[in-house]
T-cell receptor
Framework: AQSVAQPEDQVNVAEGNPLTVKCTYSVSGNPYLFWYVQYPNRGLQFLLKYITGDNLVKGSYGFEAEFNKSQTSFHLKKPSALVSDSALYFCAVRASSGGYQKVTFGTGTKLQVIP | DAMVIQNPRYQVTQFGKPVTLSCSQTLNHNVMYWYQQKSSQAPKLLFHYYDKDFNNEADTPDNFQSRRPNTSFCFLDIRSPGLGDAAMYLC????????????????FGPGTRLLVL
């Protein structure tokens, strides 16, 4: 069974500092990996995904994530945090083969950017 | 240019009174999903439609049903809502193919927050 771990319930970072939100995964075969952001009382917004190719994936709002196969990680990063980045972040994974596979979401990490 | 639309955004119902939540999409995606999300937890998949084929998750209660009359619309019916069904309900869509390199990005609507009194 596939799974996603987001080890930090909350990450606090000062505005202007770099941020990292951690994600590790477990899946059979090659993964498709995703990051979504959720603002209060809103649906999930797609940020970026890794399907294949370059390990460093660039997404919306200046976010990027690095796929590391040996460490089974897909950490979300941003060089300089904004207060408006404060939200709930979800990592998700699905297997890339074997017929239809549902997407499994992590439990979420709340990012708090302090002015 | 909304892509996945959910109505209403907030729904109040009474304990045991049937309620229907709606979702529509302008993306022409063939897969539509319903998720339940409670208080900042991970979204929990209830079921999905792959084209017209309905796929229920094993742990989805019978109290939850769904209808998809056409590609654009999908409904979530809660036959007898209980207090424990109060949650945010998220609809999502994706274009899934059986070919290599399929893209599984799911696009979410804004959600409907259900309150059960």
């Amino acid at each position: 069974a596939q799974s996603v771990a987001q080890p930090e319930d909350q990450v606090n970072v000062a505005e202007g500092n770099p941020l990292t939100v951690k994600c590790t995964y477990s899946v059979s075969g090659n993964p498709y990996l995703f990051w979504y952001v959720q603002y209060p009382n809103r649906g999930l917004q797609f940020l970026l995904k890794y399907i294949t190719g370059d390990n460093l994936v660039k997404g919306s709002y200046g976010f990027e994530a690095e796929f590391n196969k040996s460490q089974t990680s897909f950490h979300l990063k941003k060089p300089s945090a904004l207060v408006s980045d404060s939200a709930l972040y979800f990592c998700a994974v699905r297997a890339s083969s074997g017929g239809y596979q549902k997407v499994t979401f992590g439990t979420g990490t709340k990012l708090q950017v302090i002015p | 240019d909304a892509m996945v639309i959910q109505n209403p955004r907030y729904q109040v119902t009474q304990f045991g009174k049937p309620v229907t939540l709606s979702c529509s999409q302008t993306l022409n995606h063939n897969v539509m999903y319903w998720y339940q999300q409670k208080s900042s937890q991970a979204p929990k998949l209830l079921f999905h439609y792959y084209d017209k084929d309905f796929n229920n998750e094993a742990d989805t209660p019978d109290n939850f049903q769904s209808r998809r009359p056409n590609t654009s619309f999908c409904f979530l019916d809660i036959r007898s809502p209980g207090l424990g069904d109060a949650a945010m309900y998220l609809c999502a869509t994706s274009r899934d193919t059986s070919n290599r390199g399929r893209k599984e990005t799911q696009y979410f609507g804004p959600g409907t927050r259900l309150l059960v009194l």
